[in-house]
């Protein structure tokens, strides 16, 4: 695990970044991840003539937001990798399900960043998404009507694909693909402006809301989804939640078998959700999408950096359950994945 991220580290923030990472990684607490990202960004904020001062007194603990336990990291960083970050290194255990599906994956299709309920910005997203290998990764913030994930309204979107054009000479050659995470609301449409969506390069298109609806109810609002032109992947589909903070949550119920033909139909991929807290769909579903003859995306739903390492579990659970890596659409090339996602 260390040799293949031992180039990471260029500076002490980038010290303090990559702690974080590999916390997030782990599922820590996120008190003591924002610490070590809190801190990175304090040291990003100084200017020359105080970091300087602070490097020649080694008085980095005074400053606001930097504590023992940083401050540690930061000064050991100037001559070498911080201890802290090299036990966290040789610590981590690896995801590495799936074989050679995981090895096959060229990105990740279903990212949040600080434009709505991610925790970072999007530039450290994508760098991390460049660091790790892939060759894309789609920005899925959320649509308006989410409102308690500051989800985007037309005109945020909008300035969001131009901060991302602007992105993309940073961290080529990987692309950084323009999204969105759409609500489907309760009559199956969708909610963000059509010609806007038909504009992104990938649609993850989720329910949010209603999430107990009756099977009929659900169903048609699903099968009503999918068949938009402008939807990529069906997001977790359940619903449910197995564990975390916020508790548990059971399946949404609806007509699995109408929702996958649907999908299949309409060419909109079935999401395998890589959050431990969802394993979205369980596994008889994904046997029964499997043999309607769905596509799939494996995507990790990441909300910081160091989820986007998150891969391997999405393609240990899709090898357990027979599917191949040809029907994954993040195995595509990034010409093959833009070709398909084309609306038609």
């Known amino acids: 695990m260390a040799e293949r991220f031992a180039g990471w580290v260029t500076d002490p ?20 991840i924002n610490a070590y990202r809190r801190a990175a960004d304090v040291l990003d904020g100084l200017g020359d003539r105080e970091i300087e001062k602070c490097a020649a007194t080694g008085g980095w603990d005074a400053l606001p937001g930097i504590g023992a336990k940083t401050a ?4 050991e960083s100037a001559e070498s990798v911080p201890a802290y970050l090299t036990q966290l290194r040789s610590d981590a255990e690896p995801i590495s399900g799936g074989g050679d599906l995981r090895d ?8 949040h960043t600080d434009w709505s309920d991610g925790g970072s910005p999007l530039d450290e997203m994508m760098a991390t998404a460049e660091r790790l290998g892939h060759s894309y990764c789609a920005v899925t913030d959320h649509s308006p009507r989410l409102t308690i994930a500051h989800g985007l309204s037309p005109e945020r979107l909008r300035t969001q694909l131009g901060v991302i054009a602007e992105l993309g000479e940073r961290v080529a050659p990987m692309r950084v693909l323009t999204g969105i995470e759409v609500d489907i609301c309760e009559d199956g449409s969708l909610d963000q402006d059509e010609d806007l969506l038909a504009e992104l390069d990938v649609v993850v298109a989720s329910v949010h809301s209603h999430l107990r609806d009756d099977r009929a109810t659900m169903t048609r609002r699903m099968v009503a989804a999918v068949r938009n032109p402008h939807v ?10 197995v564990q975390g903070a916020r508790g548990t949550r059971p399946e949404s119920t609806f007509d699995a078998q109408k929702v996958f033909r649907a999908c ?16 979205d769909p369980p596994g008889r579903l994904l046997e ?9 995306a494996i995507d990790t739903d990441a909300h910081a950096p160091g989820q986007l390492d998150w891969l391997g579990y999405g393609c240990e659970r899709a090898q357990e359950h027979g599917i191949e890596p040809e029907r994954v659409i993040n195995t595509w090339s990034l010409d093959e994945l833009l070709d398909w996602t084309a609306p038609v």
């Open 13 to 32: 923030a980038g010290a303090l970044r990559e702690i974080a990472f590999w916390l997030e990684r782990a599922r820590a607490d996120g008190y003591r």
């Open 72 to 75: 540690a990291v930061i000064r």
């Open 104 to 111: 096959r994956l060229r990105g990740d299709l279903h990212t």
């Open 232 to 241: 990529d992947v069906l997001g977790h589909c359940t619903g449910r939640l």
């Open 264 to 279: 299949r139909d309409h060419d909109t991929a079935v999401e395998i959700n890589c959050r431990p807290e969802r394993r």
């Open 288 to 296: 029964l999408a499997c043999a309607e003859g769905c596509l799939f």
